[in-house]
């Protein structure tokens, strides 16, 4: 099976690309588009095919529908995944910002004390 590819600004397909229209083709038949699919052996296949198929009493499913249910769930999850990320984005810079205020807070606080330290040092050398 096989998907359709994209052309180039020549005119030339480009196989890099990947392709915007998730159409298949039949690996059998490639001038006819896939449309079911059988669940032993795995395959997706043409109507031209079908009988080979439901002939070995093979379970054989209408694929359009599920593609779309597929296509649905992954849309879906690539929704949640965005919102995931932007909220590790958000905590990730909330995370920093307060980093920074602790970090500052902490300075602050030895300096006082080293403040405190250096008074209280000279004073007990003023004492002696």
């Known amino acids: ?19 915007v229209n998730p159409i298949r083709f039949c690996d059998i038949h490639p001038s006819k588009k896939v449309k079911f699919y059988c669940k032993n052996d795995r395959s997706m296949f043409s ?3 079908i009988l080979k198929h439901t002939e070995m009493k093979h379970e054989v499913i209408q694929i359009s529908p599920k593609i779309d249910e597929m296509r649905k769930m992954i849309e879906e999850m690539v929704i949640e995944v965005d919102k995931y990320e932007e909220s590790l984005s958000v905590n990730e810079e909330l995370y920093n910002k307060l980093e920074m205020k602790v970090r500052k807070k902490f300075n602050e606080e030895v300096d006082k ?7 209280i040092m000279d004073q007990l050398e003023i004492q002696h």
């Open 1 to 19: 099976m096989r998907a359709q590819n994209n052309e180039n600004s020549a005119g030339e397909i480009d196989v890099n690309v990947p392709s």
């Open 47 to 49: 109507s031209k095919c």
């Open 113 to 119: 004390l080293e403040k405190s330290f250096r008074r």
